[in-house]
């Protein structure tokens, strides 16, 4: 496994044990990139625009209502795609009961770090965690977090917001030029909910009320790492719908939230998602 992943990042290398303190066993450094999903989104959804893609917003009850024909001025929709991801619990005709949320809490800061840093663990709890990320194009610093497996609590638990930022500023002394955390500059205070799936996500096909139904969420926190590799995950007898992916709808997950749709049709294809 170890040499995998420094055949695929670059200038990857162990750090030597004398370098990190005492509580941590193990350390890695590396090159790599970091998405300011708030530039990357919105560019994403122009893409779509620029070839031809018709946004849409509905609430639905079932997931077969997303072919309804009266969205799209009686075109026939030939394919949904499914990315409710905690919404499948509960939409009609999927109710997966496998989709458990995963809550997380983040501080935004303006400081800036000299550097990206991640544990894989915190004295603090099992289920929380410490990682500074730096975002592009002035995206501000993001300082987390935790990983609350079964909370549906949309609150910022402000105790745990002083956790988070303590742990920053002791792993990352430039944020604050080495002093506390009353020097962070504190943008905003975010949370959010992961949609997990228990057994991994789910990635198939299956025809739905005469609906043919891709299914793809369930990824977690790893949807933007993951969103490109899904493809690889269906079987060789869905080829044929791969390509008409590849090649024909050009879909890609956007939104979240309530149902949001988009369609293209090229071919007489047409092509819907639900973005989570």
Known sequence: MLNLICHNLQQFHQLPQGSLSPDINAG??????????????????????????????????????????????????????????????????????????????????????????????TDDGADEACYVITRAAGGGTVLGGCYQKGSWDSQVD???????????????????????????????????LRLVREGGARVELERISGVRVVHNYGAGGAGMRSRILTESRTTADHARLSKLLRMRAGCCRVGRGSARLFVQNLDMTGCEEFGN
């Open 28 to 121: 890695s450094t590396f090159t790599s990139v970091c998405i300011n999903t708030a530039i990357y989104l919105p560019w994403l959804v122009s893409q779509c625009l620029n070839n031809g893609v018709i946004f849409k917003r509905a609430t639905f009850k079932h997931i077969a209502d997303a072919a309804s024909s009266s969205l799209f001025q009686g075109q026939k929709i030939n394919l949904v795609i499914n990315c409710t991801g905690l919404g499948a619990s509960k939409l009609g005709d999927v109710l997966d009961t496998s989709v458990v949320p995963a809550r997380g809490q983040i501080v935004v800061v303006s400081n800036v770090a000299d550097k990206m840093i991640a544990t894989s663990g």
């Open 158 to 192: 402000r105790g745990l917001a002083t956790r988070i930022m303590q742990r920053a500023v002791a792993i990352c002394p430039s944020l604050t030029g080495g002093k506390g955390i009353e020097h962070l500059d504190v943008i905003r205070h975010g949370v959010g």
